[in-house]
């Protein structure tokens, strides 16, 4: 299993920026897949949820609206759409992999990428 | 929504004692959840899934219990390597939450 992120990076408050998770070694559409974040120096905390068959999604309120979770089963891919971005937004972001096609315990995470967002 | 507390937030102990860390759900949750070790600097880990399952590759030493609200992770001879922050999650329903994270120092 392998889950490859790209698309961190510094953005101004009310930005865009859109993370994406390449995903190998396993069948990618039969496991329900989340994006997982760590403020610097601060605990986990879960931001979204997506179903395996891309049907159903869950948001935490603190990102309810602004950001959206994808993902495309014919390229392995996971996405995280985060606009209206905020300070409190930046943190080192996690694609992770559940063990089921429902939403059950991560077994396998990314190797996170870092968003900052600033001024 | 269902709040997820963990105790102690930290503890220091010796190498070969018996850890435990408590996990708290202020709703029951049966036995949807899980234990994760997150070394510094590095990605989080699954140890314990379903409460009490031991996930593939994961020491012995490691232990889940619990259902319903409470919910307890054990070290039975802690070792250097164990030297980590672990936190809880739920998954029993949205929001996933993790605990705060308790911090296992030596």
């Known amino acids: 299993v392998q889950l490859l992120q790209s698309g961190g990076g510094l953005v101004q408050p009310g930005g865009s920026l859109r993370l994406s998770c390449a995903a190998s070694?396993?069948?990618?559409?039969?496991?329900?897949m989340s994006w997982v974040r760590q403020a610097p120096g601060k605990g986990l905390e879960w931001v979204s949820a997506?179903?395996?068959?891309?049907?159903?999604?869950y948001d935490a309120d603190s990102v309810n609206g602004r950001f959206t979770i994808s993902r495309d089963n014919s390229k392995n891919m996971l996405y995280l759409q985060m606009n209206s971005l905020r300070a409190e937004d930046t943190a080192v972001y996690y694609c992770?992999?559940?063990?089921?096609?429902?939403?059950?315990?991560?077994?396998?995470w990314g190797q996170g990428t870092l968003v900052s967002v600033s001024s | 929504d269902i709040q997820m507390t963990q105790s102690p937030s930290s503890l220091s102990a010796s190498v070969g004692d018996r850890v435990t860390i408590t996990c708290r759900a202020s709703?029951?949750?049966?036995?949807?959840l899980a234990w994760y070790q997150q070394k510094p600097g590095k990605v989080p880990k699954l140890l314990i899934f379903?409460?009490?399952s031991l996930q593939s590759g994961v020491p012995s030493r490691f232990s889940g219990s619990g259902s319903g609200t409470d919910f307890t992770l054990t070290i039975s001879s802690l070792q250097p390597e164990d030297v980590a922050t672990y936190y809880c999650?739920?998954?029993?329903?949205?929001?996933?939450?993790f605990g705060p994270g308790t911090i296992v120092d030596i």
């Open positions: 999650q739920k998954y029993d329903s949205a929001p996933f939450t």
């Open positions: 709703q029951g949750i049966s036995n949807f």
């Open positions: 992770a992999k559940t063990s089921s096609n429902w939403f059950s315990e991560i077994d396998y």
């Open positions: 997506i179903g395996g068959s891309r049907d159903t999604t």
């Open positions: 379903a409460a009490s």
């Open positions: 070694g396993f069948t990618f559409s039969n496991f329900a």
